[in-house]
């Protein structure tokens, strides 16, 4: 029988937020933990930016994909939601997204959705954010300043796991209040640590990051607090990162980089190959520190990239001049592109996307091929909805598990013109 005050639903399917979307007697309801074809039963805990919530009582009628998650701490941290999921079952969620994002578009229907599993379903991650509040370290929980600590995250590549517990067992006693930790791996096996605190750090912290960077595993330890302003730094902090099988790439340790190097070695690949560049101009926006700019420097004619923080421009243009190649890089706001006349635009906007780009930039329509690459299908689905209605068709669709266990997508989109 269910409990008081629960209700009995149907999973019709998992939201792009990671949540299943349950269908009830009472309308929608967003649960964590359900997967497609499910009955399940839950409790309603209220709504949320417009959405009803609940929280899952008990799966009723499992899943035939459904799987024990991996990590213990899987259902308390929240950040690897498909972690109960098969990798087929895994792979089905997240091609939904993507075909989500397309459906109805011109070229769409003529078009294969194509996809890429990442090598490794765990131990895959190079990068990680944590947050900590007084001595405790941990994961923010999605739009909440709650931290969970949890014992062991299994997606992160293991130099950044022991780098966890460096963290706990030389850092957590002298932190103080607030603020955030990056880890970032370094030449494939050491890390790079950078700090920001939210308030004034005794002189205990300060002694315990040399400490910390002492340690052969640390590359590098950054510490800095935005109550007094005060910054100090040990070790080497810039990070060099694969950027496909023979690339290494330098730049400094707030710079993007991807975030799974055996997906991003398959992206980069593709993301040229796509572009055609041979003897064409090219226009690449978002270029970070240069992931796509070597390779399709190495082609093109002539390549203008653009990127707005300068610190990862500057290293884009080192990394092309020690490599040999060359390319005009400038520092801008890609959704006013330098104007020219381009045949082929690669862009790789963060999660919002690229609006302006496409409604107001003086250089579209004029290119022949435009090759989007996105971490965020909603802003995509908006952003190709404009590129259609400026004369584009879809013509080629990948979908980058970039992120297993997750709900996250990469996702590999090239238009040309109708
Ligand atoms: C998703 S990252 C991609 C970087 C690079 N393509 C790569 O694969 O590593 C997006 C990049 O765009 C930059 N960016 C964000 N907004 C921008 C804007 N309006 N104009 C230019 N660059 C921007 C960020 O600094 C970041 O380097």
Request: glycine fraction near 10%.
């Amino acid at each position: 029988m269910p409990s008081k005050r629960s209700e009995q639903g149907e999973v019709r399917a998992v939201g792009r937020g990671g949540d299943a979307v349950v269908e009830t007697s009472r309308g929608i309801v967003l649960v964590p933990g359900a997967l497609p074809g499910e009955r399940v039963e839950l409790l309603a805990t209220g709504s949320k930016r417009g959405a009803a919530r609940g929280r899952l009582i008990r799966v009723l009628r499992p899943s035939a994909g459904r799987r024990e998650p991996a990590c213990a701490d899987a259902a308390r941290c929240g950040g690897c939601p498909l972690m109960i999921a098969s990798p087929e079952l895994q792979r089905e969620v997240k091609r939904s997204f993507l075909a989500d994002a397309c459906r109805g578009l011109p070229g769409v229907d003529e078009t294969e959705i194509e996809w890429v599993d990442s090598p490794a379903t765990l131990g895959y991650r190079r990068r990680a954010r944590l947050a900590w509040h007084r001595d405790t370290i941990g994961y923010r929980q999605l739009h909440s300043k709650r931290i969970t600590p949890i014992g062991e995250c299994i997606v992160l590549v293991q130099p950044l796991r022991e780098a966890w517990d460096a963290l706990r067992a030389y850092l957590a006693h002298s932190l103080r209040g607030g603020g955030e930790i990056q880890l970032q791996l370094t030449n494939a096996e050491r890390v790079v640590v950078d700090l920001r605190a939210d308030d004034h750090q005794p002189p205990e912290l300060f002694e315990a990051c040399e400490r910390l960077c002492e340690l052969p595993l640390v590359a590098g330890v950054t510490l800095r607090t935005s109550g007094d302003g005060h910054a100090a730094s040990w070790g080497e902090t810039h990070v060099s990162i694969q950027a496909g099988a023979s690339t290494l790439l330098e730049g400094p340790g707030s710079a993007f980089s991807q975030a799974n190097d055996g997906v991003n070695e398959k992206l980069i690949e593709a993301v040229v190959r796509l572009a055609e560049p041979q003897g064409l101009r090219v226009l690449e926006l978002h270029c970070g520190i240069g992931n796509f700019t070597v390779g399709l420097a190495a082609q093109a004619s002539a390549l203008v990239a653009v990127e707005q923080e300068p610190l990862a421009a500057e290293a884009c243009q080192r990394n092309l001049k020690r490599l040999g190649r060359k390319a005009r890089v400038t520092v801008g706001n890609a959704n006013q592109p330098p104007k020219g006349r381009y045949d082929v635009v690669v862009l790789d906007p963060p999660r919002q996307g690229a609006k302006a780009l496409f409604e107001g930039s003086a250089v579209l329509p004029g290119p022949k091929r435009l090759v989007y690459v996105s971490c965020d299908t909603a802003t995509l689905a908006r952003d190709l909805q404009l590129a259609t209605a400026k004369g584009y068709r879809i013509d080629r669709l990948i979908g980058f598990d970039m992120f297993p266990q997750t709900a996250h997508l990469e996702s590999l989109v090239r238009l040309v013109r109708a």
